[in-house]
């Protein structure tokens, strides 16, 4: 059983950065397809970016070219850098597994990926 642990949360005003990390225990992520999704109060779940068991990113349209996924293998960790943050960017961010590595599609510029675990999340709070 994959646990994961998210931090590096927190409020900032908007063109601010954060990097959120996401400890895995129980299982070594080097070959796992990963992601990070994000849900606000009433809104759907979004996701945010994934990265394959090659290394391969994919980005929501919403956040391509200022948010960045990647993984430590020596530390088990994820990570997602965030920059130009911005207000449309608060939620409670998850990370998740995919451990069969299954599709991944875009519905109108939205990423989509089956989670099979997930972490409590860290909220990130993006003010004008």
């Known amino acids: 059983q994959v646990q994961l642990v998210e931090s590096g949360g927190g409020s900032v005003q908007a063109g601010g950065s954060l990097r959120l990390s996401c400890v895995a225990s129980?299982?070594?992520?080097?070959?796992?397809?990963m992601g990070w999704f994000r849900q606000a109060p009433g809104k759907d779940r979004e996701g945010v970016a994934y990265?394959?068991?090659?290394?391969?990113?994919s980005y929501a349209d919403s956040v391509k070219g200022r948010f960045t996924i990647s993984k430590d293998n020596a530390k088990n960790t994820l990570y997602l850098l965030m920059n130009s943050l911005e207000p449309e960017d608060t939620a409670m961010y998850y990370c998740?597994?995919?451990?069969?590595?299954?599709?991944?599609?875009?519905?109108?510029?939205?990423?989509?990926?089956?989670?099979?675990?997930r972490g409590q999340g860290t909220q990130v709070t993006v003010s004008s």
């Open positions: 998740a597994t995919d451990q069969a590595c299954g599709d991944i599609w875009y519905d109108d510029g939205d990423l989509h990926f089956e989670p099979d675990s």
């Open positions: 129980g299982y070594t992520i080097s070959n796992m397809c």
């Open positions: 990265i394959d068991n090659n290394g391969d990113t």
